[in-house]
C-alpha cells in the first residue's frame, strides 16, 4: 500500500534530514574499504521506521527534529548493523536484502562483520559526541545499551537462533524472542526521542509503552509478510521461517489469529497515545506499520 | 618474565577489582546461552592491560580506582569483542586463545558474533548507565567510540585483512594499520583514565601521547613474540603472521632492528610521563610491556 498522507508528510519532512546525516561520518578516513561497506548498507534506503519514530517522538513532546537527531542517526546505525549481521552465512544467511546483495556478498565476510562492528560503534559514537545536554545524552546512550544489547535485541537474536533446533516452542517464547529481537530497539526509538524531547515522566511512560506495543505489531506483521508476500514485494527472501520451520505468530496461531494479534497491539499503541497533544504523527505510524506491504 | 615488583604490586591491587566487576552483569538474563558465551571470553584471563591502564592513569592525574572503574570495565569489554570476532574463520581463523578453544569453537559462529555485538554493546552500557560526572562520562564515552571504530580499532582491522592480499606494503603503512588495529584502543585506555580522574588539560595530552607510544611498543613486541616465541608460551598459535606472509615489524626490519623500534618506542612513551606526579605505575608497565614474553 501507499503510505497514508500523514506518514507521507511525516517522510517528506524528516528523510531528508536523516540522508544528509547518516553517510557524510563515513566518507572520509584511512578505511576506506571499512567506509564503503558501511555506507552500501546505510545507503540500501529501508523504511528508517527507527529514526522516524524517534524524531516524531520528540515532536510528540513538544522537542524539535535537531534535538533528537543524534538519536535517530544512532539507532538507524544500530538497526543497519544488526541486518549486515543477522544477513551472515552463520545467521540467517541470506543473500538479498532490500533488493540488493547482502553486504559479505559484496564485501567478504569479514568487511561485513566489521562493518556491523563500525556501526555499532558509531551509534554511540555519534551520540556521545553531540551538542546535547549532558543527562539527556547519558539517558539516551543508557536507552540505546538496553535496547541493542544481550536484554535487548542481541539476546532476541541469540534466542532466536536457538529456537530453530528446538522442535517447538509456545506463545510465551514466542513473546519473549520479539519482544527483545525486534521491540527492544523499536521502544528504544520512542523513548530515546521522548527523552531528548525532554518528556514529563508520565509522557515518557506512555510513549515507552507504544513502543512497546508497536514493536510487537511490527513482529506480527513481518510474520504474515513472510507468509503471505512475494520475494519480489519484499525485497527479501520470502517465505524462509516456513521453509525452514520456524515459529511464527501465523504458525501458532493461524494467519487470522495472527491478524486479530495484530490488530489488538495496535490499539493498545494507540490508546497509550490518548494522553499526548501532539499524537496523530505517532498515531498514523502505528496504523501504517500494521498495514505496510513490505 | 615474571612480573616486575611495581606492576605485581598494582595487579595485586586492581585485579580483584575488576574480576567482581566483569562478568557480574551477565549472570541473570533471559538470553542465557549469550551470557555464558560473554563470560566464557571475559573470564579466559589474559593481561587486563587496557583496563590497568585506565585505573593507573585516573591515579597518575589524583582520581581513585573507583572512578574509572566503569570505564576500565568498558575497555576489557571492548578488547575481549575484538578478540572474538579477531578470531572467527571470516577473520584469523583461529581455534585457540589464552590456552583455550576460542569462543565460536565452543558456542558456535552464530553466538560467537553475537557474543562480541553484545560486549561493545554493555561497554557502552556500563559507561553510560554509571553514576559519573555527566560531562566526564560523556567525553569518556566519544574517546571509547574513537578508539574502537572505523577511524580506530575496526578500521586497522580491516586494513589488516585487506594486507594480507597485498603483495607488500612499506613501514608507513604497517604503523597506520597499528596505530589503528592496537594503538587507538590502547590510547583511548589511558586516557578515559585520564578524563575519569579529572586530569588538567597539559596532563591529559601528555597522557594520550604515552598511550599512542605504548601502543606502538606494544604491536612491535606482539610482532616480536609472534616470530620467536612457541604456541605453548604464547597461549595461541606462534608465528601465524610468518606463515600467511603478512608484513610484521621484523620482517620489515630484521629482529634487531624491530628491537630498536621497541625501545625507542617505550622511551618515547616514559618522557611523555616526565610532568606527572604519579608516574611511577605508568613507567613500570610501559617498561613491563616491552619485555613481556606473551
Chains 1, 2 share one sequence.
Not at 227 to 244: F, H, I, Q, S, V
Not at 258 to 267: C, D, F, G, S, W
Request: charge should be negative; charged fraction near 25%.
Amino acid at each position: 500500500m501507499e503510505a497514508p498522507a500523514q506518514v507521507q508528510a511525516d517522510l517528506d519532512r524528516l528523510m531528508p534530514l536523516l540522508d544528509t546525516g547518516l553517510t557524510a561520518p563515513f566518507r572520509q578516513g584511512d578505511a576506506v574499504r571499512l567506509g564503503e561497506a558501511m555506507r552500501y548498507s546505510l545507503e540500501a534506503g529501508g523504511k528508517r521506521v527507527r529514526p522516524v519514530l524517534c524524531l516524531l517522538a520528540c515532536e510528540a513532546v513538544g522537542g524539535t527534529p535537531a534535538e533528537a537527531l543524534p538519536g535517530a542517526l544512532a539507532l538507524e546505525y544500530v538497526h543497519t548493523y544488526s541486518l549486515i549481521h543477522d544477513d551472515l552465512p552463520a545467521m540467517d544467511d541470506d543473500d538479498l536484502r532490500r533488493g540488493r546483495p547482502t553486504n559479505h556478498k559484496v564485501f567478504g565476510e569479514g568487511h561485513a562483520i566489521l562493518a556491523g562492528d563500525a556501526l555499532l560503534t558509531e551509534a554511540f559514537g555519534v551520540l556521545a559526541g553531540a551538542a546535547l545536554d549532558p543527562v539527556k545524552r547519558a539517558e539516551a546512550l543508557a536507552l540505546l545499551a538496553e535496547g541493542a544489547g544481550w536484554r535487548g535485541m542481541a539476546g532476541g537474536q541469540a534466542l532466536d537462533l536457538e529456537g530453530e533446533k528446538l522442535a517447538t516452542y509456545d506463545l510465551d517464547h514466542l513473546r519473549l524472542i520479539h519482544r527483545l529481537k525486534t521491540g527492544a530497539l523499536l521502544r528504544a526509538s520512542v523513548e530515546i526521542g521522548a527523552v531528548l524531547g525532554g518528556a514529563a515522566p508520565e509522557a515518557r511512560s506512555a510513549l515507552r509503552a507504544y513502543g512497546e506495543a508497536i514493536g510487537l505489531a511490527f513482529q506480527i506483521q513481518d510474520d504474515i509478510l513472510d507468509a503471505t508476500a512475494t520475494e519480489a514485494e519484499l525485497g527479501k527472501r520470502a517465505g524462509k521461517d516456513a521453509g525452514r520451520g520456524k515459529i511464527t505468530y501465523p504458525s501458532l496461531l493461524g494467519l487470522d489469529g495472527a491478524r486479530q494479534a495484530l490488530e489488538e497491539a495496535t490499539e493498545t499503541a494507540l490508546c497509550h497515545l490518548a494522553s499526548l497533544p501532539n499524537r496523530n504523527s505517532l498515531a498514523a505510524w502505528a496504523r501504517y506499520l500494521a498495514l505496510r506491504a513490505k
